[in-house]
Structures are given as structure tokens and as C-alpha cells.
């Protein structure tokens, strides 16, 4: 009995500690406390780590005086250089030689054109199925022994890095995922490792983000059904 | 200047605050973001600080987590508070640091750098004025916490530091891990016996 009674004591300890017990909890803990030598131990114990923790908690460091300022620095060269910047990443990162990369007729081409003259070099790949979704295959290449993960991530999935992870099966260094998307126009990322963002280097178009990096842009301008 | 004038700084209308600066920088004033930097760096860098106990991570993961931020900002959700998910952005910038290179290591291999001034353990000035005994005693029961917190697993690490040195409620706690307030009272319980039971440890080491 007395030591059900401990136990149940006991497992209200932190609980008092961090003052989320009612009035007459906290009563009910102080008078078996008064009476229990084993239950003051064990609460003895408790009240010393949380008075470490607090003192540990106390100190108040500070990052280096000019911080704020070469944080900001930073971003602003970051927009100055944004776009070759990521041209460079991209390429160190892509296991083949970026030959076919035509920046300049990627960025004027139109979808309607691309839908009549569809050209293998160009992603994401699209086939369109009688449901009013579009499948669409994101791809990309990334030498799997320099790259843990690829996501993509965009209007389609509200930016969550979690949900749409590209693979590579066969192990030939080409990541894809294929998603079912409705008609309508998608900025999209990758995501590679869960850190370096990326634009799809075979997107149709880019966009400025805003922030000095360019978001590749989806358009898929109506569902072609059979 | 502008922008300080138009902004009321007081902790009541913080996330409305948080908010309107977000706004400035979408609207492509990068500038404001400076504000937020100002406003939550000591924040960041006191979290980095904690889980790697080491400096110069800290201000290095303090400042990717920032560029971090303000890259992402189109993705911000006004449903979260800017802390809560600079926290988040925060936390994956050390766990990807801490997969990468052991950081845990880098401390633990040199137990006297506490004693230097600019470790993150030496004391600060008001603590040099005390008696130096105290300080000694003081300076000892500090390397014992940061020694035993480094040797928590990552997300007890995490837990402890968010809910006893950055002081937040369970809630935000849950937000930020992306949990449910159970989880978080189950882990921080967890987190709590494990580091009870290894200061006890060295304690008893030390009498003997």
C-alpha cells in the first residue's frame, strides 16, 4: 500500500517541480513528503537537477558584435551573385557535362509548344491520362555517391520537403518522381540532402524568387485527354 | 529607420510584429530582415551553443540558420510563430552538423577547455567576483551538466534544452518538434531520468 502510494507520489514530482499541479495536489505531495523518507530522497534528487538546470540556463551569451551585419551581408551577396551561383552548383553537382542546357530557348519556350513538339531532353516529363490529372516525372541527375537524398518541393505539396522524394532505383544517377498534378502553374524546387535548393536545371522556365534565387516554373496549361 | 518607427516592439504584439516585418521582406526590402536577425540571434545562437558547446559552430550554424530563413520565407506560415519555426530551421541546421561531423566529439575530447576564458563553460563577470571556491565549485557543476547533456541522445539533447534553457512551454515545444504535448511530457521525462541518473554517476565517481 505505502508503496503504490510512493510510486503514485513520485511520478507527480516533476509535475510539482515545474508548478503544473493544482492547490490541492501540490498539498496532498507536501504532506506524504513530511512523512516519507524515501519519497524526500527521490524528490531530493529531482529539486537538485532542476536547480542545475536552471543555474546552467542563467548564462547569456551573446554571437559576435557585428553578427547582425554579416548575416545581412551575406544575403545581399547572395542576391548580387544568385543566378550564376546556382548555375555553378548545379553543374558540380550533375554527374553529366550540362551541354544540353539551353538556358535561354528553355526560359522563352511556352508549354503549348513543348505539348505538340515534345523533346525528350526537356523535363519534367508529362502524360496525360483521362482522369484530369497530369502525370508529371520530375528527374534529375546527381552522381549517388556525392548525394544522399533529392526532394521536390512546390505549389503541389505546400514546400514540404518530406513528401515527395525523387529515387534512384537502378542506380544510373538519374533521381526521379512522377506525381499527378491538375492543370495550372507550379513554382517548384529541389532539395538535395535536405539543404541545397536547387531549380530543376531542365525546367521550361524560371522565375526570381523574390529573395535572389530562381524558382523553376511548371505550367500545365490544360488536361489533354484521350 | 523607417521601418523601426512604424513597429511597436513590445512582446504583446510580437508575432504581429514578426509578421509585418515578413511582409516588408516579401515585398522585397530585404533590409527589414535585419530586424529579425537583431531580434532572435541571441536566441539562435544560445540553442547552437547549448547542443554543441562549442563556439565557433554556434555562430557558424547561428548564421546559416538565418540565410536559411530568409531563403525559405515564401514558406512561412503565419499559423506558426517566426520563432517557432526559426527553432525548427535551427534545429535541422545542427542535426545535419552533427550527422555530418561529430560535434559531441570536438567537446568531449578536450574536458579542459572550460578553464579557458571564451569557452563557453568559463564564468561570466558577474560570477569572477564571487568567492573563488564557489567559482570553482560552480564552474565544476557546469562542465558536469554540459558533459552530461552532450551525452544524451540527440532528441533528449534537444528536449532538454528547449524546455529548461530556452524556457519554453510545452506547447511551443510541440510545435516545434512536431509532436503532441503527451510525446513532449513522455520525452522530457525520459530525457530527465537519463540525465538525473548520469549525474548522479559522475557524482558518485567523483567521491571515490
Known sequence: MQEKECQNIQNYIEDYLEARLSAEEKIEIEEHLVSCPVCQKEFARWQELFHSLASFSLLDEEPSPDFTGRVMQKIEREEQT???????????????????????????????????????????????????LTDITFSMRADATQVQSIAVVGDFNDWDPNRNPLTDVNHDGLWTTTLKLEPGRYEYMFIID????????????????????????LEISKCVCN | MNIKNRLDFNAAH?????????????AGNSDAFAYLVEKYKNMVYQLALRMTANYHDSEDIA?????????????????YSFSSWLYQITL????????????????????????????????NSAE??????????????????????NALSLSHREIIILRH????????????????????KVRLHRARVELK??????????KE
Open chain 1, 194 to 217: 535536405g539543404q541545397k535548393w536547387v531549380p530543376d536545371p531542365s525546367a521550361y522556365q524560371y522565375v526570381n524568387d523574390g529573395f535572389g534565387n530562381k524558382n523553376a516554373v
Open chain 1, 82 to 132: 544568385a543566378a550564376p551561383g546556382w548555375l555553378e552548383r548545379i553543374s558540380n553537382l550533375l554527374a553529366l557535362p550540362r551541354v544540353s542546357l539551353k538556358w535561354g530557348a528553355a526560359v522563352t519556350m511556352v508549354l503549348v509548344a513543348v505539348l505538340f513538339s515534345y523533346n525528350a531532353f526537356f523535363h519534367p516529363v508529362e502524360q496525360y491520362c483521362p482522369d484530369g
Open chain 2, 63 to 79: 548564421q546559416e540558420s538565418f540565410l536559411k530563413a530568409y531563403r525559405s520565407l515564401h514558406q512561412y506560415k503565419p499559423s
Open chain 2, 165 to 184: 534553457i530556452q524556457n519554453l512551454s510545452y506547447y511551443e515545444i510541440s510545435k516545434i518538434l512536431n509532436i503532441t504535448l503527451n510525446s513532449v
Open chain 2, 92 to 123: 535541422n541546421t545542427i542535426r545535419d552538423r552533427i550527422r555530418k561531423q561529430d560535434l559531441t566529439a570536438s567537446f568531449s575530447a578536450q574536458p579542459e577547455n572550460y578553464q579557458e576564458a571564451g569557452s563557453p563553460l568559463y564564468p
Open chain 2, 128 to 149: 569572477l567576483a564571487e568567492d573563488p571556491e564557489e567559482r570553482q565549485i560552480r564552474k565544476q557543476n557546469r562542465f558536469a551538466m554540459q558533459s552530461a547533456i
Open chain 2, 14 to 26: 510580437t508575432h504581429d510584429n514578426d509578421l509585418k516585418i515578413i511582409e516588408l521582406c516579401q
Open chain 2, 197 to 206: 541518473d548520469m549525474l548522479q554517476e559522475q557524482e558518485q565517481e567523483n
